[in-house]
C-alpha cells in the first residue's frame, strides 16, 4: 500500500513539471490576417499536429462567418454563415473537390435545398 502511494504521489508530480500542449487535446493559433488588430482567423490543430478546424472572419465584424472542418488535414466540410447560423454547407471528397452544397433559404439554421455536384 506504501508503495503504491508513492508512485501516485511521484506520478502526479510529474505530471505538473509536463508542459501544457503535451496534455492538451488540441493546439489553437489565433491570426490576425489583415493586421486591423482584430482576430479574424482561427486555426485549430488535433495533438499529432494535423490542421481540424479553420474558422474565419470574413467581413471584420468579429463573427466567424466561415468555418471549415478536417479530416486528415483534408477540407471536408464547409459551413457558411451571415446570421449566427449555418447558410450553407458544402462537403468535399478526398481530392478537395466539392461534392455537395445545401443552402438554408429561410435563414432558420437548417438546410432548405441540395446540390450534388
Known sequence: ????????VLS????????????AKE???????????????ITYFDRAGKISKLEKDSDGDGRFEI???FKD?????????????PDVWEEYDDTEALIKRKRD???????????KT
Do not use: C
Open 1 to 8: 500500500m506504501r508503495n503504491f502511494l508513492l508512485i501516485l
Open 12 to 23: 502526479g508530480i510529474f505530471f505538473l513539471f509536463l508542459p501544457g500542449t503535451v496534455l
Open 27 to 41: 493546439n489553437i493559433v489565433k491570426q490576425d490576417s489583415d493586421n486591423d488588430g482584430k482576430i479574424d482567423r
Open 67 to 69: 468555418v471549415t472542418l
Open 73 to 85: 488535414s483534408e477540407p471536408f466540410e464547409q459551413l457558411k454563415d451571415s446570421n449566427g447560423k
Open 105 to 115: 433559404l429561410d435563414f432558420d439554421g437548417r438546410p432548405d435545398t441540395e446540390e
